[in-house]
């Protein structure tokens, strides 16, 4: 089993800033890339950020220069730094990471809860 818990989500004025952190848990062999989701209403998940086990890394346009992300591979967590957010910045953040477990053969996609970031005009 392995599991993928966020935390950081929360509510901020245009502007502000938010981080969010996730730590992954369980019967982990290896992780490849680790990164952020998020789904607005009405919308599909899109892809936010991605960080690869060599710390490459991949993000949207539309966050580029306003979040970081970073990982700690000897923990098994990744963050993202958020900030100047925007009203359309609103959205359920998704924690994921492509994981290998112990006795298995390949890597698998795993998602976290999801944390709500909400940012008011």
């Known amino acids: 089993q392995v599991q993928l818990v966020e935390s950081g989500g929360g509510l901020v004025q245009a502007g502000g800033s938010l981080r969010l952190s996730c730590a992954a848990s369980?019967?982990?062999?290896?992780?490849?890339?680790m990164g952020w989701y998020r789904q607005a209403p009405g919308k599909q998940r899109e892809s936010v950020a991605i960080?690869?086990?060599?710390?490459?890394?991949n993000y949207a346009d539309s966050v580029k220069g306003r979040f970081t992300i970073s990982r700690d591979n000897a923990k098994n967590t990744v963050s993202l730094e958020m900030n100047s957010l925007k009203p359309e910045d609103t959205a359920v953040y998704y924690c994921y990471g492509k994981i290998k477990q112990y006795m298995l053969a390949t890597f698998r996609d795993y998602w976290g809860q999801g944390t709500q970031v909400t940012v008011s005009s």
């Open positions: 960080i690869t086990i060599g710390g490459s890394t």
């Open positions: 369980g019967s982990i062999f290896s992780i490849n890339s």
